[in-house]
C-alpha cells in the first residue's frame, strides 16, 4: 500500500505529496529561520497522516495541543509528571497506540530535556510486539539535541541527546520514523542531523547554516543561496519520500491553527491609563501567591478521603466573639485531640479523611463542634504533627521559609518533606527508607525511594550518600544537612509520629 500525504504545490502547481511508506524508513528533517513555517509544515504533516498512523509529538511551546480536539491526541502536560512516570506513558502510548502531545511548555530547558528523553525512551524500549510504525515528531529539535553543550546539566544533555540519537539512528527498526525540525541546522548536533535522508529546507539567513544544509543536501554552496530567498510556507524538498531532485514547494493550508498564533497588530487602547506609574511599578506580590503547578494529585487517595469525609457535616462558623484565652484554649484542646488521633499504632497509615472523619467525632465528644478545622487546616495540622513539630516550632522564621518551600509539594508530600527539614535543622541522621514510608501512610520503601527522587527533582533537597552507604540529605536553599543515617535502619530518633503523640 502506498499512502501519499498532499503536502502542498510546487511553484510549477503540481501537487507535490509524500511517500508515507518511504518516510517511515528514511526520516526528515525540517530546517528554516523563524517564521519561515516549519510548525506550519509539520502540522500539515502530522492532519494529512492522523488518519494514517499513529503520531507523538514533542512540543516545546505547547503549539500543538490543538490537534486534540480535531484528531483525539492525547495531551501530555510534561509539567505534571515525573521522568518516570513519562516514561511508563511512552511505553503505555505505544501499547494502546494512542497519539500524543507532550507539551513541555513551562519548564525549563534542564527538565523540557529530561521529560522529553524519559518520554522518548518509553516510546524506544517497548517490547518488539509492539513495534507499530509511529511518526515521532520533534519541534525545535536543536533544543533537544544541541551541537555544543549549553547551560543545563551533563546528565540532562546526555540522557537528552542519547534519546534524540535513539530515534535517528536505531528508532526505524522499531518502527519509529524521527521527523525533526530546527531553526539554526549549526545549532543541531551533527550526527542527529545526518540521519535523516529527506529534507525540507525554508528560508534561511546565515551563511553557516546554508553551509551545513548544503552539506547534507550534496548541494554546492552556491545552490544553497537559493533558500535565502524562499518565502514563507516555501520548501525546497529532497529526499526518497519526496523529490529525487530539489523541488520547490509551497506548503498547504491546515485545517487547525497553532494555539500560539503569531502576535498580530493590534490598535492601541485608546484612554491612556490612569497613573501607569503607579499600576506598573507597584510592589509584586509574595512569591507565595504565585503556587508553582503541581504535580498530578493522585485521585483514587482523593476520591477515598472525599468519601470518608463525605458524611461529616462542616463545622459552622463561630459567630460569637471569644477573648484570646478561649481561643488559645480550644487550640490546646484541638490539638491534644489531634495527638490523640495520631497515637493509634495505625495512625501513620491511614488515609487522610479516614483520619479526618475520626478526628471530627473526637472534636464533638471533647465539645468542641462549632470550632473543628476543615480538612485542609486538618491537613496542616497534620502535616507538622508528622513531622514532630509543635506549634511554637512551626512559627519559627525559618520554619516559615521550610512551609513555603514545601508548598510546591503535593499536599501528601509535604508531611515527609517537614519531617526530613526537621531532622536537617536539628542535625539528625536522615530517616530511613520504613521511617519516610510511614509519614507518608505508605508500607513501600520504594516509595519512599521515589519520593525523595522526586523531591530531588524539584530542586527541594539532595541526597547524598557518605563512604559508608549511609544516607544524607542537604536542604536546597537553607542549607541544612541531616546527618548520615542508614536507609535501611528504622530505629530514627526523630521517628514523627511517636513524637508528636507522646509531646
Ligand atoms: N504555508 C503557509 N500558509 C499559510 N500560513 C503559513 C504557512 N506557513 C507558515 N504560515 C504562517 O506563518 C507564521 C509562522 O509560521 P510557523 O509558526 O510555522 O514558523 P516557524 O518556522 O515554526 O517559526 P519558529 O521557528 O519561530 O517556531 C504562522 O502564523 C503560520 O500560520
Ligand atoms: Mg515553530
Known amino acids: 500500500m502506498t499512502v501519499a500525504i498532499e503536502m502542498g504545490l510546487t511553484t510549477a502547481g503540481a501537487a507535490a505529496a509524500m511517500d508515507l511508506e518511504e518516510l517511515l524508513a528514511t526520516r526528515l528533517l525540517v530546517q528554516g529561520n523563524s517564521g519561515s513555517g516549519k510548525s506550519h ?5 502530522l492532519e494529512q497522516s492522523a488518519p494514517w498512523v499513529q503520531q507523538a509529538i514533542i512540543d516545546p511551546e505547547g503549539d500543538f495541543v490543538t490537534l486534540a480536539e480535531r484528531f483525539g491526541h492525547l495531551v501530555i502536560e510534561a509539567e505534571d509528571h515525573t521522568e518516570r512516570g513519562l516514561q511508563v506513558a511512552g511505553e503505555r502510548a505505544r501499547l494502546h497506540r494512542v497519539s500524543t502531545v507532550l507539551n513541555l511548555e513551562g519548564l525549563d530547558a534542564e527538565n523540557q ?3 522529553a528523553a524519559a518520554f522518548l525512551g518509553g516510546l524506544f524500549d517497548v517490547e518488539r510486539d509492539h513495534w507499530y510504525p509511529m511518526l515521532v515528531v520533534v519541534d525545535e ?3 533537544f539535541a544541541p551541537a555544543v553543550a549549553g547551560e543545563v546539566s551533563d546528565e540532562a544533555r546526555k540522557l537528552s541527546l542519547g534519546a534524540m540519537t535513539n530515534l535517528m539512528c536505531r528508532g526505524r527498526k522499531r518502527g519509529l520514523a524521527g521527523i525533526i525540525a530546527t531553526q539554526r541546522l549549526a545549532k543541531l548536533a551533527k550526527n542527529v542531523a545526518a540521519e535523516a535522508s529527506n529534507f525540507l529546507m525554508g528560508r534561511t539567513f546565515l551563511d553557516i547554516d546554508m553551509a551545513r544544509a548544503a552539506d547534507l543536501l550534496g548541494m554546492e554552496r552556491r545552490q544553497a543561496e537559493a533558500f535565502r530567498d524562499l518565502e514563507r510556507g516555501q520548501f525546497m524538498a529532497l529526499g526518497p519520500a519526496l523529490s529525487r531532485r530539489p523541488l520547490r514547494l509551497n506548503i ?3 485545517d487547525t491553527s497553532p494555539r500560539n498564533s503569531t502576535p498580530r497588530l493590534m490598535p492601541m487602547p485608546e484612554a491612556a491609563l490612569e497613573d501607569a506609574r503607579a499600576v506598573i511599578l507597584a510592589a509584586p506580590p ?3 501567591s504565585r503556587p508553582q503547578r503541581r504535580p498530578a494529585p493522585d485521585l483514587l487517595e482523593q476520591l477515598r478521603a472525599a468519601k470518608a469525609a463525605a458524611p461529616v457535616i462542616s463545622a459552622e462558623v463561630v459567630e460569637e466573639p471569644v477573648s484570646a484565652e478561649e481561643l488559645a484554649e480550644r487550640r490546646e484542646r484541638v490539638d491534644r485531640t489531634l495527638r490523640a488521633v495520631l497515637a493509634a499504632p495505625d495512625a501513620g497509615f491511614r488515609a487522610i479523611g479516614v483520619l479526618y472523619q475520626e478526628f471530627v467525632v473526637r472534636c464533638r465528644i471533647e465539645g468542641l463542634g462549632a470550632s473543628v478545622p476543615d480538612l485542609g487546616e486538618f491537613r496542616r495540622m497534620l502535616t507538622h504533627a508528622r513531622a514532630g513539630l509543635g506549634t511554637e516550632i512551626a512559627e519559627d522564621d525559618a ?3 521550610v512551609s513555603l518551600r514545601a508548598s510546591i509539594l503535593p499536599d501528601d508530600m509535604q508531611g515527609v518533606f517537614m519531617m526530613i527539614a526537621r531532622a536537617a535543622k536539628e542535625g539528625w541522621p536522615c530517616p530511613g527508607d520504613a521511617a519516610i514510608a510511614r509519614a507518608y501512610g505508605s508500607h513501600s520503601l520504594r516509595r519512599a525511594q521515589r519520593l ?15 563512604g559508608g552507604g549511609r544516607r544524607f540529605v542537604t536542604l536546597v536553599e537553607l542549607a541544612w544537612a541531616t546527618a548520615p543515617g542508614d536507609p535501611h535502619g528504622d530505629d530514627q530518633p526523630a521517628e514523627p509520629i511517636a513524637n508528636a503523640a507522646s509531646a
Open 452 to 466: 525523595l527522587g522526586y523531591m530531588e527533582e524539584q530542586g527541594l533537597i539532595v541526597v547524598q550518600l557518605d
Open 141 to 143: 529539535a536543536q533544543l
Open 252 to 254: 498547504g493550508p491546515t
Open 41 to 45: 509544515l509539520l502540522r500539515r504533516l
Open 113 to 115: 530535556m529530561r521529560r
Open 399 to 401: 520554619w516559615q521559609e
Open 286 to 288: 509574595p512569591d507565595a
